[in-house]
C-alpha cells in the first residue's frame, strides 16, 4: 500500500480477495484488482451523497471504509481501513456487519445498516483476544484528516513479529503492545508488496 500510496494512486477495493500470497516467497503479499483504482488529492475532498444520491459505495460494501460510505473521495487512510477490516476478518471468522438472512436486501437499505453496524464498532472492540496493533490499525486510520499522511513505518513496527516468522498467540503479545510514533495519530499500514514490472 505504502508504494502504490506514494504514487499517488488508492487501491479502492482491499479486501481478503484482492490480496495474493507470493508461491515462492510466502513473506511477499500482491495486491490485485486495480480496476478501480484512482488518483488521489490531499486538501478539501469533494463529496457526494450515496445513499440520497441512489449511488454506490465505492470499493465493496463489507471492506470499504466509512469515508466511502460518507460519500468523500478515497485516500491513503481509507485503503488502510479497508485493510484493517480485512485484517480483523481473517483473525476473527466474520465482521458484525456482515450480511445475514434476515436482514434487508435492498441496496441503500443494506448501505445505511452497514454504516451504521460499522461507526458502533471500534478498532478496540473489534480486536478484542487479538493483538492491539489490529485495533489501532482501524482507529487511526479513521482519524486521519484529509491533510494527514499514513505513517507506515509504526504499524511496520507493530506487525514486524509476524514478518519475523513469530507464531501467533495471544501470549505472544502479553498485555499492551503499542509503539510510540513521531506523528500525534499513530498511522498504519503493512507494506503488501505489489509487482513493479
Known amino acids: 500500500l505504502m ?13 481478503p480477495d484482492n490480496i495474493m500470497l507470493s508461491i515462492g516467497d510466502t513473506d511477499r503479499f500482491f495486491l490485485i484488482n486495480y480496476g478501480i483504482a484512482q488518483p488521489y488529492c490531499t486538501g478539501t475532498s469533494n463529496r457526494y451523497n450515496p445513499i440520497k444520491d441512489g449511488r454506490h459505495v465505492l470499493g465493496t ?4 471504509s ?7 473521495d478515497l485516500s491513503p487512510w481509507d485503503d488502510l481501513e479497508s485493510l484493517a477490516y480485512t485484517l ?15 436482514e434487508s ?6 448501505m445505511a445498516q452497514v454504516w451504521e453496524r460499522k461507526c458502533a464498532w471500534t478498532g478496540a472492540g473489534l480486536r478484542e483476544g487479538f493483538p492491539d496493533a489490529f485495533g489501532q490499525l482501524l482507529d487511526h486510520s479513521r482519524a486521519l484528516g484529509l491533510d494527514e499522511n499514513p505513517d507506515y513505518a509504526c504499524f511496520q513496527i507493530l506487525f ?5 516468522g513469530t507464531s501467533f498467540s495471544r501470549e505472544t503479545f502479553g498485555g499492551s503492545n503499542t509503539v510510540a510514533c513521531s506523528t500525534p ?7 503488501l508488496l505489489i509487482p513493479t514490472a
Open 66 to 72: 466509512l469515508n466511502a460510505h460518507s460519500g468523500y
Open 105 to 110: 436486501s435492498t441496496l441503500l437499505a443494506r
Open 160 to 164: 514486524d513479529d509476524f514478518s519475523q
Open 88 to 102: 480483523l476478518f481473517l483473525l476473527r471468522g466474520s465482521l458484525p456487519w456482515q450480511r445475514s438472512p434476515s
Open 185 to 191: 495519530t499513530c498511522e498504519h499500514s503493512l507494506s
Open 3 to 15: 508504494h502504490i500510496h506514494s504514487h499517488g494512486t488508492v487501491h479502492c477495493d482491499i479486501k
Open 61 to 64: 460494501l463489507t471492506w470499504a
